[in-house]
């Protein structure tokens, strides 16, 4: 059982920094190539450091919807409560069950939700055992937010405004470039 907990811990762990990184480069494309390589705007004790300052700034930007949102800010506390929990913890809890219920319903509506969880109930068993339902439930989450945030990037480019502020004054910007 202490296994298939750390399991789940690293689960976790590793499953929210991956859509962590996945939501950072949804900014980045949106947002003019920093000036030089070392601006540090997404760096841990920067403006964009944190999954929160990125989810708020998506969602105000309309790159997410609500209910996005809330999934993205409920893997935040989903994390931090592994994170910093001196006990084991297992996504089977209670507590984490259902702050995640609500997200799976609003996810399984993903038409990649039915044919991805097929693909996982066919995988053999593992030396620990079956996928647990609870952990197979996040894989497919963190599999969708991932693959959707990555596919928004991609069809994203950096924004430009129409007009700026210079010394001069407000200058217009011309679209055409």
């Known amino acids: 059982m202490q296994m298939l907990q750390e399991r789940g811990r690293g689960a976790v762990l590793v499953g929210v920094?991956?859509?962590?990184?996945a939501l950072e480069h949804l900014l980045q494309a949106l947002m003019?190539?920093?000036?030089n390589r070392g601006d540090g705007l997404f760096l841990p004790d920067r403006p964009l450091g944190s999954l929160g300052a990125k989810v708020a700034l998506a969602r105000r930007f309309g790159l997410i919807d609500a209910p996005v949102e809330r999934a993205l800010s409920a893997l935040r506390k989903l994390r931090n409560?592994?994170?910093h929990s001196a006990e084991s913890a297992s996504l089977a809890d209670p507590a984490h069950s259902a702050r995640l219920a609500e997200i799976y319903a609003e996810a399984r509506?993903?038409?990649?939700?039915?044919?991805l969880e097929?693909?996982?109930?066919?995988?053999?068993?593992?030396?620990?055992?079956?996928?647990?339902p609870?952990?197979?439930d996040y894989i497919l989450l963190i599999t969708?937010?991932?693959?959707?945030?990555e596919a928004t990037a991609q069809q994203l480019r950096p924004y430009e405004p129409p007009v700026a502020m210079g010394f001069s004054g407000v200058i217009r910007?011309?679209?055409?470039?």
């Open 81 to 83: 409560a592994f994170a």
């Open 32 to 35: 003019a190539p920093a000036l």
């Open 17 to 21: 920094a991956r859509v962590d990184a």
């Open 144 to 149: 969708i937010l991932v693959a959707f945030l």
């Open 173 to 177: 910007q011309d679209p055409a470039g």
């Open 109 to 115: 509506t993903n038409p990649l939700w039915a044919p």
């Open 134 to 136: 609870a952990l197979r």
């Open 118 to 132: 097929a693909v996982l109930a066919a995988q053999p068993p593992s030396a620990h055992g079956p996928l647990e």
